[in-house]
């Protein structure tokens, strides 16, 4: 689900149409939010249904993490270049074609798990409503939810409005519209 909404929200970007990047930052967002929790779950899952040490987990996390950062750094450069050689959209092809490897890497050597097969474990729905219920009354937990949430918003928001087609808008905009002097 993941590397498909990424595939398409890359591949709308790549048109200057300012209801296609809407959508795409919209999808854009429940996409960050899948990267941010569903990979680090399925490992977490799939390290103790293997059976291995939980002080490994640790050292897998911090890498991971480093890597993550390295890749970032590496993706920029792959998409300056990008960028230097096919346009403006140049970054968002190679996205494509980068996120579709991963769709294959994935769908191929990695094992679906479910979370715990453990007899007496919640189901799906019991483990939202106690989230829910975490969420909403524990203050700490409500406001690092907020927090993440305006972080990731304002980041969106930037790359909202770096888009070029946001620019060709703004140029025709009226002059009393906030935000939009191009």
């Known amino acids: 689900l993941y590397c ?10 790549q048109f200057p149409y300012f209801y296609g990047l809407i959508v795409s930052r919209v999808i854009g967002g429940i996409t960050t939010n899948l990267l941010f929790s569903v990979f680090e779950s399925w490992l977490v ?28 750094i590496a993706s920029g450069f792959l998409a300056e270049f990008l960028a ?4 403006p959209v140049g970054p968002f092809e190679g996205a494509v074609t980068c996120t579709a490897i991963a769709l294959v890497l994935v769908s191929t050597m990695w094992r679906e798990n479910y979370g715990s097969d453990v007899p007496g474990v919640q189901s799906v729905r019991g483990y939202m409503s106690s989230a829910f219920e975490t969420i909403v009354t524990d203050t700490n937990i409500s406001r690092i939810g907020l927090i993440q949430g305006l972080t990731e918003g304002s980041l969106q928001t ?13 140029a025709n905009a009226p002059s009393n519209v906030l935000g939009l002097d191009g």
Not at 84 to 87: C, H, I, L
Not at 163 to 169: D, E, G, N
């Open 45 to 72: 899952t799939e390290h103790r249904r293997r059976g291995y040490a939980e002080e490994k987990l640790e050292t897998i996390l911090r890498d991971s993490v480093i890597l993550s950062n390295l890749a970032a």
């Open 84 to 87: 230097v050689k096919f346009g």
């Open 158 to 170: 930037f790359v909202f409005l770096w888009s070029p087609a946001l620019a060709r808008f703004a």
């Open 4 to 13: 498909s909404l990424e595939m398409f929200i890359n591949w709308l970007e």
